[in-house]
């Protein structure tokens, strides 16, 4: 039996697990004669048998899986008859008896509602635990690579050094056995992208979540909010798209037009349009943290004899600070992270400049431009991908840790 049918059969045996452990609930609570009651709703006991009937298979999938990862090679014909005939019928019988096992149980006194709550518990716990073990090995295999990076090319030129062209050979016999890893020019370009983004959706976002919360109507708001929203389910690529063809074109007449250079892949195209993309980062959040905001403080202001535009400069704005400033750092964040806008827009040039109307580029697309094809992992060149990788992961962690502070320290607290 293949997978799927299996999954649908186990379903319709747990459900019709569910609804006659319920109906046994329910109709013993109708014929008990004494003056006890059940301790559980009669779903409570349904949703008891159906978690009964998963766990053996669920068990006993997750150990024919361990074996065959631990086992070697086996047999290809035996494992095909095993999962064919054994396994399924395993699966059932297994089943079967988890059910069998939970609706015999089923009484007044059973109470299911905490072995519930204690099984979802643990599954909680063991989501939690996974994600964290999965960032610790997202970051030791970072650190690994990184360390046999820092063993080819010393730390004063990966930090320091103003030239970055990491051609590395991959045999004796070529040229260009040396690369240049310096990564300012990477940083550099990462930071003036960044900055022009953040001029871009900081103030638009920021005006965008006053007006809403403090000057719209109820009707406009329920119409514009959601269509400034749907900025943030556009693809990345798709703003690539525009930067390129379009924002990038437009710089580039508008500079032909007035006498200036302006490079068909610029920072300044890249930056605006990773902006565009941002706006609605930094308004979703700048408007939940205004609205957070209490009436009292608007209408002791205009008691005062404040107007909106004072009351919103003054009060409402001090009072969202802390807030805003975390939306921030975290827009910034998301700004440092991103590629494919960079890499269409901007270019591969990693030229050491501040000037936005020149070709840049970013750490994570020389992370995507030294992973593509096929690299041997034991080279300057591949493994530098992964100390930019690591560096980039401390600064934007960094960001985040220093969104957290600030507002844990400067967030107001009101009844």
């Given at each position: 039996?293949?997978?799927?049918?299996?999954?649908?059969?186990?379903?319709?045996m747990c459900t019709a697990g569910y609804w006659y452990g319920s109906k046994k609930?329910?109709?013993?609570?109708?014929?008990?004669?004494?003056s006890k009651f059940i301790t559980s709703r009669p779903h409570q006991f349904g949703i008891y048998v159906f978690i009964w009937g998963m766990i053996p298979p669920v068990l006993l999938g997750l150990i024919w899986v361990v074996m065959k990862l631990t086992a070697g090679n086996l047999d290809q014909g035996l494992v095909q008859q095993i999962e064919n005939v054994v396994f399924p019928v395993a699966i059932m019988l297994g089943a079967g008896a988890g059910l069998y096992f939970s609706i015999g149980r089923i009484s007044p006194d059973l109470r299911v509602r905490k072995t519930i709550e204690t099984l979802v518990y643990g599954v909680l716990i063991i989501a939690s635990t996974i994600s964290i073990l999965t960032t610790v090995g997202i970051v030791l295999s970072l650190m690994f690579e990184t360390v046999q990076f820092f063993g080819k090319v010393p730390l004063s030129e990966f930090f320091f050094g103003l030239t970055w062209s990491p051609q590395t050979a991959l045999r004796a016999d070529q040229v260009g056995s040396s690369g240049a890893f310096g990564s300012i020019p990477l940083f550099l370009g990462t930071m003036l992208i960044t900055f022009i983004a953040m001029c871009v959706a900081v103030p638009l976002g920021l005006m965008s979540a006053i007006y809403m919360t403090e000057y719209a109507s109820d009707r406009f708001r329920a119409v514009v909010k959601p269509l400034l929203e749907i900025l943030a389910g556009i693809p990345t690529v798709v703003y690539g798209f525009f930067a390129a063809l379009t924002v990038g074109v437009f710089f580039r007449d508008?500079?032909?037009?007035?006498?200036?250079?302006v490079s068909s892949e610029s920072a300044l195209a890249a930056g605006v349009v990773m902006g565009m993309m941002i706006i609605p980062f930094v308004s979703s959040l700048s408007d939940?943290?205004?609205m957070a905001v209490p009436q009292s403080l608007r209408d002791g202001s205009y008691g005062l004899g404040a107007t909106k535009s004072e009351t919103v400069r003054k009060v409402i704005l001090p009072a969202a600070l802390p807030g805003i400033v975390g939306a921030v750092l975290l827009a910034v964040?998301?700004?440092?992270?991103e590629t494919m806008i960079v890499v269409m827009a901007a270019g591969f040039a990693a030229n050491l400049t501040a000037n936005p109307l020149e070709a840049v580029t970013t750490v994570t697309v020389q992370i995507v431009g030294l992973l593509v094809g096929?690299?041997?992992?034991?080279?300057?060149?591949?493994?530098?991908?992964?100390?930019l990788a690591l560096v980039?992961?401390?600064v934007t962690l960094t960001l985040n840790v220093i969104a957290l502070l600030v507002v844990r320290k400067y967030r107001e607290k009101y009844d």
């Amino acid at each position: 039996m293949s997978f799927f049918p299996l999954v649908i059969v186990l379903l319709l045996m747990c459900t019709a697990g569910y609804w006659y452990g319920s109906k046994k609930a329910l109709s013993g609570v109708r014929n008990n004669s004494t003056s006890k009651f059940i301790t559980s709703r009669p779903h409570q006991f349904g949703i008891y048998v159906f978690i009964w009937g998963m766990i053996p298979p669920v068990l006993l999938g997750l150990i024919w899986v361990v074996m065959k990862l631990t086992a070697g090679n086996l047999d290809q014909g035996l494992v095909q008859q095993i999962e064919n005939v054994v396994f399924p019928v395993a699966i059932m019988l297994g089943a079967g008896a988890g059910l069998y096992f939970s609706i015999g149980r089923i009484s007044p006194d059973l109470r299911v509602r905490k072995t519930i709550e204690t099984l979802v518990y643990g599954v909680l716990i063991i989501a939690s635990t996974i994600s964290i073990l999965t960032t610790v090995g997202i970051v030791l295999s970072l650190m690994f690579e990184t360390v046999q990076f820092f063993g080819k090319v010393p730390l004063s030129e990966f930090f320091f050094g103003l030239t970055w062209s990491p051609q590395t050979a991959l045999r004796a016999d070529q040229v260009g056995s040396s690369g240049a890893f310096g990564s300012i020019p990477l940083f550099l370009g990462t930071m003036l992208i960044t900055f022009i983004a953040m001029c871009v959706a900081v103030p638009l976002g920021l005006m965008s979540a006053i007006y809403m919360t403090e000057y719209a109507s109820d009707r406009f708001r329920a119409v514009v909010k959601p269509l400034l929203e749907i900025l943030a389910g556009i693809p990345t690529v798709v703003y690539g798209f525009f930067a390129a063809l379009t924002v990038g074109v437009f710089f580039r007449d508008a500079g032909d037009a007035v006498g200036i250079a302006v490079s068909s892949e610029s920072a300044l195209a890249a930056g605006v349009v990773m902006g565009m993309m941002i706006i609605p980062f930094v308004s979703s959040l700048s408007d939940d943290i205004i609205m957070a905001v209490p009436q009292s403080l608007r209408d002791g202001s205009y008691g005062l004899g404040a107007t909106k535009s004072e009351t919103v400069r003054k009060v409402i704005l001090p009072a969202a600070l802390p807030g805003i400033v975390g939306a921030v750092l975290l827009a910034v964040s998301r700004a440092i992270g991103e590629t494919m806008i960079v890499v269409m827009a901007a270019g591969f040039a990693a030229n050491l400049t501040a000037n936005p109307l020149e070709a840049v580029t970013t750490v994570t697309v020389q992370i995507v431009g030294l992973l593509v094809g096929d690299q041997e992992f034991d080279s300057a060149k591949t493994l530098a991908a992964f100390a930019l990788a690591l560096v980039l992961f401390v600064v934007t962690l960094t960001l985040n840790v220093i969104a957290l502070l600030v507002v844990r320290k400067y967030r107001e607290k009101y009844d």
